[in-house]
């Protein structure tokens, strides 16, 4: 009965989005503006190539989209790629298949429902408002949305800390009958907007774009600015996007730099090469400086040795600014070989640039010749979710202008083993020498064990009790997974440091009940964010399952 609910409200308010969702196709129309006084400076860095405009159908975009479909990162295009070119299995995996309805959860929780309606929701992203802390924001993808799409990406707001969160309202897109996913959300570091960054994906799977939408950071729904199209597809396909501000913008005295933003994504060019992008916008979103687009780590490549894939950017309290990525490296992108091809080793790589992007630096190893890229599916033989996203790595810059990046990795060859994924964590030296962050500390084993450790998050925090920042690495593990059946429950758990990352408590077990493992996907991350006073997480929840074919997600939160 609960859908009827929903769906009997969206009738009764059904006129009036009609007629406001008309205001805004006439008041916002989505452009990809570039800024009105570009700055000199577009010879300093790598020219985008020029980009066309889609044509979504016929043969050769048929072999395009083809070539691309095992190496996207967003499981959202996936399934809309694979639907355009009439695929329905997937290495023995059904695609498309719907979720079931929501079975009422058996046990009580002191985990909060985020959403634990009808449909999957998952794939969260949380920022909690830096200026008002009983704000917090959680975005997700969303099958049961207002928009009546197959997935939206939806706003839950909480207006008591993250002590309760309700189904606020969905972010447009780029057509009303696109599909959204890879949902970011950050607020900017005086609290003044709320930034929503997604992909907005064709509904025939043909092309997609990295989109922004900006919102009051009082009002989380009321939009200021967007949906503009930052990354455009085109004749080419989007992917992968995130979006970072200067986190402790007022850390090193000077709070200048509020109206900064940045987002990346990675691009596969319809002539079937690929590389990654970024863009920057210096008024809180409303104008973006690199019309379609920068290029960051080199020229497009083959989209197999030195294959660049899952690009994150972060700012720091001054001009700060770090890209790191997925870097496939000389022995090329084992992911999508399937078992028992071995898996290969990868790179973590970054781009810095001191002045807020105006220069960038040549690309930085930060984690060299890790062992070993992750299967697509988890193991043991695939038997679970998509996996291999956790390669991207997720990065920070705390007040002190230190970078720490978190990812996971296979620590052996084999693909079909349950020994699936362990959490590596890595900083860059401490000091006066970030930038340019060239130098890094050898990586660390942040999550450990011989079941599965991935999709790790990090988070730094500031403290009035000391210096150095405190950093949360969060990640699911299946540590509590039987014998029999080893990789079949996870849960979330983290680990804290209170000097920088130089030692770890023991790891903390968040989620209350644990969750079954799915067939197909939980999301290819989860998000934390902190105040000075609490660390927020929220997660892809599967607590109530009992099948793991039955594929409908909630959303969960909690806080310390
Ligand atoms: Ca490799
Ligand atoms: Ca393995
Ligand atoms: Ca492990
Ligand atoms: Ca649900």
């Not at 058996?106 to 920022?127: E, K, T």
């Not at 850390?251 to 900064?260: P, Q």
């Not at 860059?428 to 340019?436: H, K, M, Q, V």
Request: aromatic share 10%; proline share 6%.
């Amino acid at each position: 009965m609960r859908i009827t609910h929903r769906v009997s409200v969206l009738v009764a308010i059904l006129p009036f989005v009609l007629a406001l969702a008309a205001s805004v196709f006439v008041a916002r129309a989505p452009t990809a503006r570039a800024a009105a006084n570009p700055r000199a400076r577009m010879h300093e860095l790598q020219a985008p190539r020029a980009r066309v405009a889609s044509s979504s159908t016929g043969a050769s975009r048929g072999k395009f989209l083809r070539r691309i479909l095992p190496k996207l990162g967003s499981q959202v295009a996936f399934r809309k790629v694979a639907r355009n070119l009439g695929v329905t299995q997937w290495r023995g995996k059904e695609l498309d298949r719907k979720s079931t309805s929501s079975t009422a959860p058996a046990l009580m929780s002191l985990d909060q429902p985020v959403d634990s309606f009808d449909g999957s929701q998952n794939q969260p992203s949380i920022a909690a408002d830096p200026t008002d802390e009983s704000t917090v924001v959680v975005f997700a993808q969303n099958e049961a949305n207002f928009s009546g799409i197959d997935v939206a990406c939806s706003i839950y707001l909480s207006f008591d800390s993250g002590v309760t969160y309700s189904y606020a309202d969905d972010v447009p897109l780029i057509n009303p009958t696109d599909t959204c996913a890879e949902p970011v959300v950050r607020f900017s570091p005086d609290g003044d907007v709320v930034y929503y960054n997604y992909l907005s994906i064709r509904d025939d799977g043909s092309s997609s774009d990295i989109v922004v939408t900006v919102a009051d950071g009082d009002d989380p729904t009321s939009i200021l600015t967007g949906p503009t199209i930052v990354l455009p597809g085109g004749a080419d396909f989007v992917d992968k996007n995130w979006l970072a501000v200067h986190t402790f913008d007022d850390a090193d005295g000077v709070s200048d730099g509020g109206g900064f933003v940045y987002v990346t994504g990675t691009v596969f060019f319809a002539d079937l090469t690929c590389g990654l992008l970024l863009n920057r916008s210096a008024d809180y979103g409303a104008t973006w400086d690199f019309g379609s687009g920068v290029s960051v780590g080199g020229p497009p490549n083959d989209c197999n040795t030195f294959f660049l894939h899952g690009a994150r950017v972060a700012g720091g309290p001054g001009e700060q600014v770090l890209v790191c990525y997925f870097n496939s490296e000389a022995d090329g992108y084992s992911t999508e070989l399937p078992p028992p091809a071995p898996s290969n080793r990868f790179d973590i790589t970054c781009v810095s640039s001191a002045d807020r992007w105006a220069t960038n630096s040549a690309p930085i190893t930060a984690a060299n010749n890790v062992g070993f890229e992750l299967n697509l599916f988890l193991g043991p033989n695939e038997n679970y979710h998509r996996w291999f996203a956790g390669m991207f790595p997720s990065v920070v810059i705390d007040h002190r202008g230190n970078a720490h990046v978190a990812f996971a990795m296979d620590p052996n060859t084999s693909k079909v083993d349950v020994e699936s994924g362990n959490v590596q964590y890595a900083r860059s030296t401490l000091g006066a020498l970030n930038p340019p962050y060239t130098t890094w500390l050898a990586r660390v084993t942040i999550g450990s064990g011989t079941r599965a450790q991935g999709f790790p998050n990090v988070v730094a925090q500031r403290s009035n009790l000391t210096t150095n920042a405190y950093i949360y690495v969060a990640y699911y593990d299946h540590y509590r997974s039987t014998g029999a059946a080893p990789n079949l429950l996870y849960d979330v758990r983290y680990r804290k440091s209170v000097n920088g990352g130089g030692i770890f408590t023991p790891p903390v077990t968040v989620t209350d009940v644990v969750s079954l493992s799915d067939n197909e996907f939980i999301g290819d991350y989860f998000d934390t964010s902190t105040t000075m006073r609490r660390f927020h997480l929220a997660w892809t929840d599967r607590g109530d399952k009992t099948d793991i074919f039955d594929f409908e997600d909630d959303v969960f939160a909690d806080r310390y």
